[in-house]
């Protein structure tokens, strides 16, 4: 039911479309919120609302609320819980509230695979599955798959009869592996498991084979996809010649040439109206084409040899992708194009039975294991939800849902696929003009289409939706961006007014979609926006002949030590970052900078550049594990316990640490067996040489052959840990440089190994397999992660892992990278729309070409990844909340900044859709944006450009132009030597120093100023600060130490019939002096009851009753200061426990700091008579055989002893009680000996 929405308060400091997000209802609302917005505040608001509306309170377990990870989902908890807990504090009596934070631990908010899950294991009988079964790991399900596919072919290839099967194969395979079968096979039932029935999408694929009843290719369903690549082929065309025909009009221009090229454009756009006809007629227009000889100018020197040559180039590239285009796809007839469809639509039937088999063998493989993937859980509880008869009807479980969910709310809803889709129409109402489903997220940043995300279901309700939300639902921009300052907005702005629409982005960016400034900053003339070119050129103008080329100097480490360098400069000019925790300014630090890429692949040179400036740094990078030198070793040795035949493993091992033989041991080893694997050779050299190796190499073999034995006995992680125990492999690598992450790579090995032990596959054998599949397929597990969110390091990590974290400073690295288009090339093409298109194989002609279908596949793939990369640029962009810094190299600045130019003259301010299309780089897309900047002409050097247009913006832009020279040598010091350069050059002897001699100097000649203050503990107890005044004594046992002694545990069980240690004695004793009640004096019975009570209720073992001296104890309570204990047994305290601070400098005479510690101890007894208060210690020592029951002697030494520890006592005491201790007692049980101290004694 619609309700109205409240008016918003002066005081609340919600924006007005961020209030109608928490407030509206009654509807589906779509809140389209851009980067930096608040979405989630206004998230967990909406949800606080929900729960405290005053006419319709709800109770938060009836909201299913939907992120897209389970950090997210965390999060979300986490915020509300605390969102409900500061609405009790105004509330403390609601007992609504009070249920709220006992519900929140049963609220529904999880990830949409959680959900799934909880729906799986209620409705399992449902399902007919296993209650019990287990959820696997990807990596897990790609095992059991590749079983069941193998197991499948191989079924197939051993029917000879399967005809159709074979045929398959001759299509799809080459001579040697049958690898793309499987791998088609996978991709369709990949693509098919996003679909909300994936069964009908493969039989859909086929339809596109059928083409009996077609007659033109502009029939067939994908037709739309190749118009509009057409069509864009034409506009880029008609776009170079009318640049160069206004060209042609400038001063000087070849005006003469006008004739011509008015001309080509009058063939361009009759063939633009031609699109309207069949495909041959199309194709009979374009071959028609006939581009004429350009006019011969007359008087050169009248016109602007620059101007000519730029018409002459726009031209030619008119042509070129008229005649590219023709080649492309008019070559063949629409009638043979229909033809090579129709050949292939038996072989596309046959490989989509073999699909849907495999899926149906996949799925009942798992079952009958008891596992179940991911993809599982969406497809199980989809079923489960929908009604058996109509599928797109909720089932009685799913009405269940309805009934309790009040409204569903979806974070990221624009990375949601079909089937999520389908779960959540199944869960809501079923209209959008009075439904229950609010979803939140931003077009802009659907950046997982290669996860299958459809970004179409977010536009699809954006166009459907209005803002009143009266017909149908309600959308709501949300564009105020509150991280980041006006410089980094007004950038973002500039650059996607020119870039992104519906055409290329697929989202227009107009009014709503722009960013808007809601956060304020203070002002800041450090946080322009600036743009780094890098020129790889050399310069011709040059002196030095031999100076290293770019090719010897990648451009990876030239962007690198650009980076690390600016960084630097960053750091060492203190520039001002605002902390909007402390609302003020502060000096920069190096987690406040992070370096964005689309990929990781120049985080090694990076990493090389800032260890270069001693610069901290950590790259999250998700690859290279396998390639750790210490996780490649321990494979290679797991390899060699599972079969020592594979020389090269073994040589890896051989050369490790691991045995650390060098190249002559090998070589000595391999000449006593030069045609024998090399382990026999090793073996034969172990039994006929004897030399000094022999002993390294027999220890080695029988170390192997014990591991060998272990392996068949126990299991990989326990092989792993023994490996390490006795190689002390984990140790050593812990001393080499990056030894924190070598060990936590090698600890990884050992949890993977753990729950790869857990899985249904076992054994090292099999674990070596599968390490070995994913190191063909390329998949890589990712290093072991050991940095800490806070720690203060530059980070470097991919666009995608940044999204949804912001950084004050954020370098955009690699601009010129270009976009990952291999997939198009690929055989075999897959879209969500139109299945799967591969090349026609000509059985008799034995050619092989693309189909119609596939080139189509092929450009609407171009568009869709064109798309995406744009809004992985707007994700990019968005992170920096002050200051952006995007840098990128160029092949040559003067022919890259000319490219860019040629959109200086585009009037409107959205560019071209062909200039979009045609960029293969951000830096192509960026540089075609700045030219048009009010600043650029006057940054680049450049003299005023007739027709050039200015675009208004507030846009503050630095260009930084740089020479890749200035990066051959570490810095940009004028004192940096050469030497490496010399002797690369000219073969000197140079006086080189490692860059590293210094570092290693000063680490290893490095003094802590405050040795003595380091060897202290913050906390010590009174007896180790007794110990520190100890004068070693020939009666005594205490010897001076630094360190604290070592902490003592309870006996293990099968020790505790050993004699007890004198320290055990003595806490017997107490224990039990503790224990005795005080009211009435103890009898020799009372203790020993005691002592059999303690013993029975475990509070000590037989041994140490048996220590306890009865008599002892009753000398004890006959003595004068038991009978004080007893005459006032309410006042008397036992075992006390204090902590107190005194000054370090207090024990510690070389310590100079006046800091304090804190002093920690135990006060046996403490009696309070009324008018003294008294302070006993029990006291073990030997009397009778260290000083031969000589009282006399043993007193002086114990109260010297013992002096230190007492006065502490006293003084805490004083301290803590505001009163005076006035006696302080030592009682020895050995010889009933009582002593009192005075302090200071």
């Known amino acids: 039911m619609k309700k109205e929405i409240p008016m918003k308060p002066d005081s609340v400091t919600w924006t007005e479309d961020q209030w109608k997000a928490i407030h509206a209802s009654g509807q589906n609302i779509l809140v389209a919120a851009a980067a930096g917005s608040g979405k989630t505040a206004v998230l967990v608001n909406r949800v606080i609302e929900k729960i405290i509306d005053p006419e319709n309170p709800i109770d938060v377990d009836e909201l299913l609320i939907v992120t897209f990870t389970n950090a997210s989902a965390a999060e979300m908890k986490a915020r509300i819980g605390r969102a409900i807990e500061n609405a009790l504090l105004a509330n403390e009596s609601s007992g609504h509230l009070k249920r709220q934070i006992a519900l929140l631990n049963y609220a529904s908010i999880s990830t ?18 296993d209650p019990e079964f287990r959820l696997i790991d990807p990596i897990e399900s790609a095992m059991v798959r590749d079983e069941v596919m193998d197991k499948l072919l191989e079924e197939h290839y051993g029917q000879a009869e399967d005809i159709a099967f074979f045929e398959l194969v001759d299509t799809f395979t080459g001579d040697r592996s049958d690898d793309d079968i499987s791998r ?31 007659s033109d290719v502009v029939d067939l369903s994908f037709y739309p996809v190749i118009e509009k690549q057409l069509l864009m082929t034409l506009r880029q065309a008609e776009h170079f010649l009318r640049h160069a025909i206004l060209l042609c009009g400038e001063t000087a221009g ?40 350009i006019a011969t100018l007359k008087n050169k020197d009248m016109y602007d040899e620059v101007l000519v040559d730029q018409v002459k180039k726009l031209r030619d590239q008119a042509k070129k992708v008229i005649t590219d285009a023709q080649n492309e796809w008019f070559q063949r007839s629409g009638t043979n194009y229909l033809l090579d469809l129709g050949k292939m639509k038996p072989t596309i039937e046959t490989l989509i039975a073999l699909s849907k088999e495999f899926s149906v063998r996949f799925y009942e493989e798992k079952v009958a294991r008891g596992m179940l993937d991911f993809n599982d859980l969406e497809h199980l509880a989809l079923r489960i939800l929908s009604d058996p008869e109509h599928k797109n009807k909720p089932s009685s479980a799913a009405l269940g849902y309805l009934a309790k969910f009040k409204e569903v709310l979806i974070d990221e809803y624009q990375d949601t696929n079909m089937v999520q889709e389908s779960i959540l129409s199944l869960v809501t109402a079923d209209t959008e003009a009075d439904g229950n489903l609010f979803m939140v997220g931003d077009v802009k940043q659907s950046i997982y289409r290669f996860r299958l995300a459809e970004p179409g279901l977010f536009l699809a309700k954006y166009k459907r939706y209005t803002e009143d939300g009266h017909e149908t639902g309600m959308k ?14 007004d950038t973002t702005n500039f650059i996607f007014n020119q870039l992104m629409d519906t055409e290329v982005g697929e989202i227009e960016y107009d009014s709503q979609a722009e960013l808007v400034l809601g956060a304020n900053f203070p002002e800041s003339d450090t946080s322009d926006t600036e743009l780094v070119l890098i020129d790889m050129e050399q310069d011709d103008k040059s002196d030095e002949a031999d100076d290293l080329s770019p090719e010897q100097l990648q451009k990876r480490q030239v962007e690198a030590r650009y980076i690390a360098r600016r960084i630097d400069l960053l750091i060492q000019e203190k520039t001002p970052i605002f902390d909007k925790a402390l609302k003020q300014y502060r000096a920069i630090e190096y987690r406040d900078i992070v370096i964005l890429s689309r990929a990781l692949t120049s985080a090694p040179e990076m990493e090389e550049a800032m260890k270069e400036l001693d610069i901290p740094f950590y790259a999250n990078n998700n690859s290279g594990y396998f390639e750790a030198t210490e996780v490649a070793v321990m494979i290679s040795l797991l390899k060699i316990i599972d079969n020592p035949y594979q020389d090269i493993p073994l040589a890896s091992v051989l050369r490790s640490p691991l045995i650390g033989l060098n190249e002559d041991a090998m070589a000595r080893i391999r000449a006593v067996g030069k045609n024998m694997p090399y382990f026999e050779a090793l073996e034969k050299y172990a039994i006929t040489q004897s030399d000094g190796l022999v002993e390294q190499v027999q220890s080695f073999l029988k170390q192997l052959s014990n591991w060998r034995e272990l392996s068949m006995r126990e299991n990989l992680a326990d092989l792993i840990s023994q490996i390490f125990q006795e190689t002390h492999f984990y140790d050593f690598m812990g001393g080499l440089p990056g030894g924190k992450q070598r060990q936590a790579n090698l600890r990884a090995l050992l949890d993977r190994a753990n729950q790869y032990e857990k899985t249904a596959f076992r054994g090292l054998f099999r674990f070596i397999r599968f390490v070995e599949k994913l190191e063909v397929k390329g998949q890589d597990l990712g290093t072991a992660k050991t940095l800490g969110e806070k720690e203060d390091v530059v980070r470097m990590m991919t666009i995608h892992a940044s999204k949804g974290l912001e ?20 055989k075999y093409l897959f879209d969500k729309d139109f299945g799967f298109a591969t090349r026609y194989n000509d059985p008799v002609k034995r050619i092989v070409y693309p189909t119609i279908m596939q080139q189509a596949i092929k450009y609407k793939k171009v568009a869709e990844m064109t798309a995406e990369e744009m809004r992985v640029l707007y994700v990019a962009l968005t992170r920096a909340e002050e200051k952006l810094i995007l840098v990128g190299t160029v092949p040559s ?3 890259a900044t000319a490219e860019w130019e040629r959109s200086m003259h585009q009037a409107e301010w959205i560019l071209p859709a062909s200039v979009r299309y045609q960029a293969k780089t951000y830096l192509q897309w960026i540089g075609s944006v700045f030219v048009r900047h009010p600043s650029y002409l006057a940054q680049m050097g450049v003299t005023q450009v007739s027709g050039a247009v200015k675009l208004p913006t507030n846009m503050s832009l630095v260009i930084a132009k ?5 990066f051959l040598t570490v810095n940009n010091d004028d004192k940096e030597d050469s030497g490496w350069l010399d002797i690369v050059k000219y073969g000197k002897d140079a006086e080189t120093e490692s860059p590293y001699y210094r570092q290693i100097q000063n680490r290893l000649g490095f003094e802590y100023g405050f040795k003595e203050e380091a060897e202290i503990r913050s906390k010590q107890s009174v007896t180790e600060v007794k110990r520190q005044f100890s004068v070693t004594d020939s009666f005594s046992d205490t010897r001076f130490t630094r360190n604290a002694q070592p902490v003592s545990f309870e006996r293990p069980k099968f020790m505790q019939e050993q004699k007890l240690t004198a320290t055990e004695r003595g806490t017997a004793m107490h224990t039990v002096m503790q224990a005795l009640s005080l009211d009435e004096k103890p009898t020799s019975r009372t203790v020993a009851l005691l002592l059999e009570d303690l013993v029975t209720r475990e509070i000590m073992n037989e041994n140490q009753a048996a220590s306890i001296q009865i008599d002892e104890i009753i000398a004890f309570f006959d003595s004068e200061l038991g009978e004080i204990m007893i005459q006032n047994a309410t006042r008397t305290s036992r075992e006390i426990p204090f902590s107190y601070k005194i000054p370090a400098n207090r024990l510690y005479q070389k310590v100079e700091t006046d800091e304090q510690i804190i002093v920690q101890g135990m006060i046996d ?23 031969e029951n000589d009282w006399l002697r043993a007193e002086p030494v114990l109260k010297k002893r013992y002096q230190v520890q007492m006065d502490m006592y006293k003084e805490a005491v004083e301290k803590i009680s505001s009163r005076q201790v006035d006696h302080v007692y030592l009682y020895f049980f050995d010889g009933d000996h009582i002593c009192e101290l005075t302090e200071g004694e």
């Open 807 to 826: 950084f004050p400073v954020v370098f955009l690295s690699g601009l010129d990278r270009k976009f990952n288009m291999r997939d198009i090339y690929n």
């Open 1165 to 1187: 007894v403490m009696v309070d008579t009324g008018d003294e208060l008294i302070i006993i210690d029990y006291k073990t020592d030997q009397i009778t055989g260290k000083f």
């Open 962 to 966: 740089h020479q890749y020279e200035e």
């Open 112 to 129: 949409l695979h959680s959900f799934c899950l909880d729906v799986i294991k209620r409705y399992y009988y449902l399902a007919d599955i």
């Open 254 to 293: 070849p005006e003469p040439y006008i004739v011509t090229l008015n001309n080509d454009l009058d063939q361009v756009m009759f063939i633009i109206e031609a699109l309207n006809n069949g495909w041959n007629e199309l194709g009979d227009t374009w071959k028609a084409v006939k581009f004429q000889r």
């Open 476 to 489: 709501i921009d949300l564009s105020q961006n509150f991280r980041s300052r006006s410089e980094v907005l």
């Open 893 to 895: 600045l003067e022919k």
């Open 184 to 214: 088609v096979v996978g991709e369709l039932y990949d693509f098919s498991r996003a679909h909300p029935d994936p069964e009908k999408w493969l039989e859909a694929i086929v339809t596109n084979y059928d083409v009996a009843n077609i």
